[in-house]
């Protein structure tokens, strides 16, 4: 894709012809217009025309989604703007406010209400005052240059969004590349734990992404807790995950190589770095169900 201008249509703006063009700009640090497309803006490549003409044509750069169908999948610009980078599935599956925009732009508040399970109100209840300041100051523009405030602005949302979905994609990768899952016997129990070693080619964030990994694992509902790399330390940080209370790290508190526990027991970091006695951590930590059930009588009586 090579682009000169980007053309969205003028009047009220919506959050995905303004997302849209926030993705252009990071590869594309061109000017937006705010206009009605000509004929000649849709037939030359050179020009994006954005939520506005009537026509999805990538190969002309021409990317409507109002001609759809009324009851084809929801769709919007900015879904297809991530298509033609191809990271729409990547888009849809690590970023929970894609699909509903998409529901949103094309089916309106009440049916997206209802597809979320929610009642009506709470979509506007949920509003950002920063996204109504951004789309009122779009909305007003007819021009957007580089250096303008806006338009760095839209060009820095779209470098976080288009980095955090590479940087996910890449951490993913990784995670499937050099993590293990561990089986922990304590008792008669026999739990499993998803453990990342510590090597020289460690990112920056190790946990970044490990829960959407952990459900895309074939022993994903199996595993309780999760050991990674402590950023602060040479040593481990040991973790719940989902909140599953058979895993306490609070009767770790005594352990000598234990300097940090959470009041609530969820999390511990240690500078253990043994294999094996990261184990017997959490052999110790384990309370199995008969703790979990104290844990939510305990919680009950407590409310």
């Given at each position: 894709?090579?682009?000169?201008?980007?053309?969205?249509?003028?009047?009220?703006?919506?959050?995905?012809?303004?997302?849209?063009?926030?993705?252009?700009?990071?590869?594309?640090?061109?000017?937006?217009?705010?206009?009605?497309?000509?004929?000649?803006?849709?037939?030359n490549?050179?020009?994006?025309?954005?939520?506005?003409?009537?026509?999805?044509?990538?190969?002309?750069n021409?990317?409507?989604h109002?001609?759809?169908?009324?009851?084809?999948?929801?769709?919007?610009s900015?879904?297809?703007?991530?298509?033609?980078?191809?990271?729409?599935?990547?888009?849809?599956?690590?970023?929970?406010?894609?699909?509903p925009?998409?529901?949103?732009?094309?089916?309106?508040?009440?049916?997206?209400?209802e597809?979320?399970?929610?009642?009506?109100?709470?979509?506007?209840?949920?509003?950002?005052p920063?996204?109504?300041?951004?789309?009122?100051?779009?909305?007003?523009?007819?021009?957007?240059?580089?250096?303008?405030?806006?338009?760095?602005?839209?060009?820095?949302?779209?470098?976080?969004i288009?980095?955090?979905?590479?940087?996910?994609?890449?951490?993913?990768?990784?995670?499937?590349?050099?993590?293990?899952?561990?089986?922990?016997?304590?008792?008669?129990?026999?739990?499993?734990?998803?453990?990342?070693?510590?090597?020289?080619?460690?990112?920056?964030?190790?946990t970044?992404?490990?829960?959407r990994?952990i459900?895309?694992?074939?022993?994903?509902?199996?595993?309780?807790?999760?050991?990674?790399?402590?950023r602060?330390?040479?040593?481990?940080?040991?973790?719940?995950?989902?909140?599953?209370y058979?895993?306490?790290?609070?009767?770790?508190?005594?352990?000598?190589?234990?300097?940090?526990?959470?009041?609530?027991?969820?999390?511990?970091?240690t500078?253990?770095?043994?294999?094996?006695?990261?184990?017997?951590?959490?052999?110790?930590?384990?309370?199995?169900?008969?703790?979990?059930a104290?844990?939510?009588?305990?919680?009950?009586?407590?409310?």
């Open positions: 894709m090579h682009i000169e201008e980007i053309i969205t249509h003028p009047g009220s703006a919506h959050k995905d012809e303004l997302l849209a063009c926030a993705l252009l700009l990071v590869e594309h640090p061109v000017p937006i217009y705010r206009r009605d497309p000509s004929d000649e803006d849709l037939a490549p050179l020009t994006c025309v954005i939520d506005s003409g009537g026509k999805h044509e990538p190969y002309r021409n990317y409507d109002h001609q759809f169908h009324p009851k084809a999948k929801p769709s919007c900015v879904s297809l703007i991530f298509d033609a980078l191809g990271l729409y599935d990547d888009a849809l599956k690590f970023l929970d406010w894609v699909e925009i998409e529901w949103f732009d094309c089916r309106g508040p009440g049916h997206t209400a597809w979320l399970g929610v009642d009506r109100r709470a979509l506007s209840r949920l509003n950002s920063l996204d109504g300041a951004m789309l009122r100051a779009f909305s007003k523009t007819e021009r957007l240059l580089p250096g303008d405030f806006l338009w760095e602005t839209l060009r820095m949302v779209g470098q976080d288009l980095g955090f979905v590479r940087g996910l994609r890449r951490q993913l990768c990784y995670l499937a590349e050099h993590t293990e899952v561990w089986e922990v016997e304590q008792g008669e129990d026999l739990f499993k734990v998803l453990f990342l070693p510590r090597n020289e080619n460690l990112p920056e964030e190790p970044l992404g490990m829960g990994f459900e895309e694992h074939p022993s994903g509902r199996e595993i309780v807790a999760t050991v990674y790399p402590d602060r330390s040479s040593g481990y940080g040991l973790a719940r995950y989902r909140d599953n058979r895993v306490d790290f609070r009767r770790l508190d005594d352990s000598h190589d234990v300097h940090f526990t959470h009041a609530s027991g969820f999390l511990a970091k500078t253990a770095t043994s294999p094996d006695r990261l184990r017997r951590l959490l052999q110790s930590a384990w309370v199995g169900r008969a703790g979990a104290a844990f939510y009588k305990n919680a009950e009586a407590r409310s």
